[in-house]
């Protein structure tokens, strides 16, 4: 699938393209800028990764979701727990029947991030990085990660493979960081 496509697939779950993202462009990931290349270009659970460039652990806020049968999808924004600064958006499309209901549970919880979970229930998983993507905020985006409307960020579309299976679509944005 195009990235754009599935970027579009994912913004349009809760709210109109156009607030979210202004304008947003697949670039190799070779060419984005540090540190978002450093944040983003990996096969690793992005919790993690923000955890450790930000030095503390990160929390989770769900902003809205939704449930249809097994698909369960979430808007949320990841702050670090030291300050409540935000680091990170992030659109979650997860289809439960590839997890156990102990994961489930807590991932509906809302009380922790998604990556943590799986990793604390030893969920067997694999990240498929699918795009790094230069985003230009729309005025929802530039709300919720604290930055100017129209500004530039970078974000990555990924999958997570949950025991051997497409489980997870995720769009993932880094809040504006200085070069």
């Known amino acids: 699938m195009n990235p754009l496509d599935e970027l579009s697939r994912l913004t349009t779950l809760f709210s109109s393209p156009g607030a979210l993202i202004e304008h947003a462009e697949h670039i190799p990931g070779a060419l984005a800028p540090e540190p978002y290349k450093s944040l983003l270009v990996h096969e690793h659970h992005m919790t993690v990764t923000m ?16 449930q249809q049968g097994d698909i369960y999808t979430r808007k949320i924004i990841l702050k670090r727990s030291t300050d409540n600064v935000p680091v990170q958006f992030g659109l979650v499309r ?25 990793i604390r229930h030893n969920v067997l998983r694999h990240i498929d990085l699918g795009a790094i993507l230069e985003i230009s905020a729309g005025p929802e985006l530039a709300a919720l990660l604290q930055m100017p409307e129209h500004g530039i960020t970078y974000g990555r579309l990924a999958t997570i493979f949950c025991n051997r299976s497409p489980a997870v679509d995720l769009l993932e944005v880094s809040s504006q960081l200085p070069a």
């Open 51 to 66: 955890e450790q460039f930000h030095g503390c652990k990160v929390n989770v806020e769900v902003l809205d979701e939704s």
């Open 94 to 118: 997860f289809d439960f029947k590839y997890v156990t209901a102990a994961v489930r549970d807590e991932i509906m919880a809302r009380q922790t991030p998604l990556g943590r979970v799986l």
